[in-house]
């Protein structure tokens, strides 16, 4: 059996945007300043500042091009509103707030208490492994509020373990519609997909949670399965090497599984003689594997 050896030195779940447009470089600049903010209130107020400052920075120390398009009017302003549209996408620190408080809307109970008692006796059901009854609750409190998220979810996982993928499927669309960037239903439907071996959608879902929660391990190591599953080493030690690291710095439940999987990758790359790739993705997360 391989030994693995982990040395946990510092490294960053984070892209690096590579600006490469007048907004986009505005974008960058305006997100480090946000950076500055721990809370979605402190950054709300915060965010016409920042984006306001990193344009100045630009009007006045920008190549000449730059400088000449922003101090026009139409230049600003076209600049200005792509720089609002791009941030979400290109600066996670806003994207992580803008969801945390989103968060506070969506998964909580139902402002509806008669929907709140039948979602309760689903959750019991599901404890008891009485699979048809909470399907048969969560239903109860979906009719009463169309919008309650965690009934929702907890529908499609009442479904998936009667192995009625289908139907599960359709639950966790249905989260999704209400709130797009909802952590447990991107997890759900990735692995529903996978468990209908549709790996396309599999891989978009698990993609998806990785865009919106860096921190979760679940994204990375779903994506890893998938492309090693497409016989793309390269892209499956990435993902499968930083949920690895994340797993062992939370001293997850899960760290054999990547753990197994990582043997998986190496006998598979030994095998045809890809082992440069897998010693190249080790070294850059400080990974040592001894035979």
Request: with cysteine.
């Given at each position: 059996?391989?030994k ?61 091009e ?92 009442s479904y998936r ?47 998806e ?39 062992t ?43």
């Open positions: 059996m391989k693995f050896t982990y040395f946990l030195l510092g490294f960053t779940l984070a892209a690096n945007l590579q600006a490469q447009s007048i907004p986009e470089k505005i974008a960058l600049r305006a997100c480090d300043c946000l950076y500055s903010y721990d809370t979605y209130d402190q950054l709300k107020d915060s965010l016409k500042h920042c984006v306001s400052s990193a344009t100045a920075y630009y009007m006045t120390n920008g190549p000449t730059d400088q000449e398009y922003l101090q026009s009017f139409q230049g600003a302003l076209k600049t200005l509103t792509e720089v609002f549209d791009i941030l979400p996408s290109n600066c996670y620190h806003l994207r992580h707030l803008m969801i945390e408080e989103k968060k506070k809307q969506y998964y909580k109970l139902s402002a509806i208490s008669s929907a709140n008692e039948h979602y309760e006796k689903g959750n019991d059901y599901i404890n008891k492994g009485d699979f048809s009854n909470s399907i048969m609750e969560f239903n109860e409190a979906i009719k009463i509020d169309n919008n309650f998220v965690n009934a929702l979810d907890n529908l499609g996982l373990c009667q192995g009625n993928y289908k139907d599960a499927l359709k639950s966790y669309r249905k989260s999704l519609e209400i709130f797009p960037e909802g952590e447990i239903a991107l997890l759900n439907i990735a692995v529903t997909y996978s468990l209908l071996k549709d790996n396309k959608n599999s891989l978009k879902y698990y993609k949670l990785v865009f919106y929660y860096r921190d979760n391990p679940e994204g990375y190591f779903g994506c890893g399965k998938i492309f090693f599953l497409k016989s793309d080493y390269e892209n499956a030690l990435e993902n499968i090497f930083i949920a690895h690291k994340i797993y710095q939370t001293n997850s439940e899960y760290l054999k599984d990547s753990e197994t999987m990582i043997r998986l990758v190496y006998s598979e790359m030994k095998g045809k003689k890809k082992l440069d790739i897998f010693t190249e993705k080790a070294k850059k997360y400080n990974i040592i594997i001894t035979e």
